[in-house]
């Protein structure tokens, strides 16, 4: 017969080790306080099922998001904010094609459906998402000849939408960003934070990707190489 003993001291063993499983996870929590911000990146209708650039997947991303917020006395949310034959939209220029790329005086562009024109039900916030304390929604992609993925400056790589300024007058120094779409306006907004000094955590589950010839790896991998910290929702202490 095994040994009682042998079997007792096993069990206490085991009891022990997930006690400090469970206290290392806590601790490796992280925790949100007064200098971290949650960035909610284009969770609008064009964005989602039906709409004319609808991210596989992409309304997976509201609960998520809803639920993390609540632990978030800052909140940014962002918006495409496209005028009417925006330069991004396939449609403006001749024989070309959705996801096609050209090149535009300030660089690559990838060319997509008409999306987010200013002012229809597609540029709107989904009603789904639930976050009354968002005191500040940043509209983006509003200059007819320049793209604008990036929360914090446009295309151009110069044009500034603000938003770095806002976030260090208010004292915020660590980033949460989430939402749309993880390969474009997601990473593009976490590089130009990193650029702007700020530590920034990319929510991988309150993301999805659009991923038009590998676009979310060079996403990743361009984010790990600046410094961009990639986590899951329940790593956060909310």
Request: glycine share 8%.
């Amino acid at each position: 017969m095994p040994d009682r003993r042998r079997i007792l001291a096993g069990l206490a063993t085991t009891a022990i080790a997930a006690v400090v499983s469970r206290q290392a996870w806590a601790a490796a929590s992280i925790k949100i306080d007064d200098a971290s911000a949650l960035l909610v990146i284009d969770v609008q209708n064009c964005f989602l099922p039906g709409g004319s650039l609808a991210v596989k997947d992409g309304e997976q991303v509201i609960p998520v998001i809803n639920r993390i917020a609540k632990g978030f006395a800052n909140v940014v949310m962002t918006q495409d904010w496209h005028t009417p034959g925006h330069i991004s939209f396939a449609s403006v220029h001749a024989g070309k094609k959705p996801f096609e790329t050209i090149d535009l005086a300030y660089g690559k562009q990838v060319l997509w459906p008409d999306h987010c024109v200013q002012g229809t039900d597609g540029a709107s916030l989904s009603k789904d998402l639930s976050i009354p304390q968002a005191a500040l929604v940043i509209r983006k992609g509003f200059h007819k000849d320049v793209d604008s993925y990036s929360a914090f400056t446009e295309a151009d790589g110069k044009t500034t939408t603000g938003l770095a300024a806002y976030l260090k007058a208010r004292q915020i120094e660590r980033l949460f960003v989430a939402g749309l779409a993880t390969d474009f306006c997601v990473a593009w907004t976490a590089l130009d934070a990193r650029k702007a000094g700020f530590e920034i955590y990319v929510v991988e589950d309150a993301c999805r990707g659009i991923d038009t010839q590998g676009s979310l790896a060079k996403a990743w991998a361009d984010m790990d190489k600046a410094g961009v910290k990639r986590i899951q929702s329940n790593d956060l202490a909310v």
